[in-house]
């Protein structure tokens, strides 16, 4: 006997089912990566972004080794402040003006950590995993952070210039330079906030 299929039932289609990739579209989703298929072109265009890496590492790296640097020269001083510097005012003067000098290089070291930071997250991975005033996603959002972190460097270069000052005229216009900067920084940021 011949099996004969009851009519009106349903016809299988035997045809394999569109891949999935097709029906995706070539765009950046939320995380910043790219979804869907690409093209050769495209594909090397995008790969090379991995390329700044090398140059993020060279940032991180540099403020690795000034802070470390910083480190270093900070107990050498304290061990000759104790060691071989008189134990009066002018020593006490002398420590605190090396010890705030050193702190202007070490905020250049964190100042490097942070550029480095947002550059990784603008262009490698913008999950990275950061505190909440490290979150960078622009470039507008990592020359803020910079730029906060310039004018506490400019405050305390001042400071330690003014420790050391003599009585002459010249810290009036080292400090008018300063504020001038620190002035043009504020308009800057108060500016940028209010358009975005």
Known sequence: MIDRKPEGAPVKNHQPAEPAERDQTRQWGATGRLSGPLDVPSRLVVTTRYGIVLSIAGVAISSLV???YCLLVMAR??????????????????LAVELIELT????????????????????????????????????????TQILNVIVVLLVVTFLATAITWSGGRDVIYFGAAVSAVILSVSIYTFVHRRDH
């Not at 001083?77 to 002398?94: K, S």
Request: charged share 20%; glycine share 6%; hydrophobic share 55%.
């Open 77 to 94: 001083t304290i061990i000759d402040a104790f060691t071989e510097t008189p134990i009066d005012m002018d020593g006490a003067r002398h």
């Open 66 to 68: 000034l802070l470390v």
């Open 104 to 143: 202007d290089f070490f905020l250049l070291g964190m100042v490097l950590y942070v550029v480095a930071i947002g550059m990784y997250q603008l262009f490698v991975d913008p999950d990275l995993p950061v505190a909440g005033w490290m979150r960078v996603r622009s470039l507008d959002d990592l020359k």
